[in-house]
């Protein structure tokens, strides 16, 4: 069965400073992987996704992530955070095939000013 | 590019009332899907429509929740003697065909039993 873990339940972090965020799937093969940001009381935006090809993808907002097959991650990454960025961010995984995602616990995410 | 809308925003209702949320998906949209976020979890899949079919379901959908798709446009899902345990965050999402197309949510309906 596909699962998706985020071991950090929360990040701080100062404003300016860089930012990795973590995700782990379980998946036989290679799944559709998302990440999407969540402020209080709205719905999910998607920040990025990867599918196949380069493993480095680019976002919105500044955002990144790598896929890394041999680690089983999708960490998503930004150089320099903005105090805008505090949020609830989750990963999301999609097997080929289906149509529903399976969706990480959260990271919650605070910048200090 | 209007997003997807959902409707109520908050809904509070007294234990064992029906309650039905309205989603309005992207235009373009072909399919449609129901999701439940409780606090402090990421979002738990529901149900799935391609047009107007209902084509999965989730075994978190008890018999007394019900969703329907008309005409493959707008949706609606109905609880029916709500309990305390589906307080909880409503979301709907669309995504257009093709395989790995992203999903985009609504701000969701968010319920509260009392």
């Known amino acids: 069965a596909q699962s998706v873990t985020q071991p950090d339940i929360h990040i701080t972090v100062s404003e300016g400073a860089s930012l990795e965020l973590r995700c782990n799937y379980s998946y036989g093969a290679t799944p559709y992987l998302f990440w999407y940001v969540q402020s209080p009381g709205q719905g999910l935006q998607l920040l990025l996704k990867?599918?196949?090809?380069?493993?480095l993808v680019q976002g919105i907002k500044g955002f990144e992530a790598e896929f890394k097959r041999s680690q089983s991650s999708f960490n998503l990454r930004k150089p320099s955070v903005h105090w805008s960025d505090a949020a609830e961010y989750f990963c999301a995984v999609g097997a080929p095939g289906t149509y529903k995602y399976i969706f990480g616990t959260g990271t919650r995410l605070k910048v200090l000013a | 590019d209007t997003g997807v809308s959902q409707d109520p925003r908050h809904k509070i209702t007294k234990r064992g009332q029906n309650v039905t949320f309205r989603c309005d998906p992207i235009s373009e949209h072909n399919r449609l899907y129901w999701y439940r976020q409780t606090l402090g979890q990421g979002p738990e899949f529901l149900t799935y429509?391609?047009?107007?079919?209902?084509?999965?379901k989730s075994r978190l959908l008890s018999d007394r929740f019900s969703a329907e798709r008309p005409k493959g446009s707008f949706s609606t899902l109905e609880i029916q003697r709500t309990e305390q345990g589906d307080s909880a965050m409503y979301l709907c999402?669309?995504?257009?065909?093709?395989?790995?197309?992203?999903?985009?949510f609504g701000d969701g309906t968010r319920l509260s039993i009392l």
């Open positions: 429509f391609q047009n107007e079919a209902q084509l999965e």
């Open positions: 990867y599918f196949s090809g380069d493993t």
């Open positions: 999402a669309s995504s257009p065909g093709g395989a790995g197309s992203p999903q985009h």
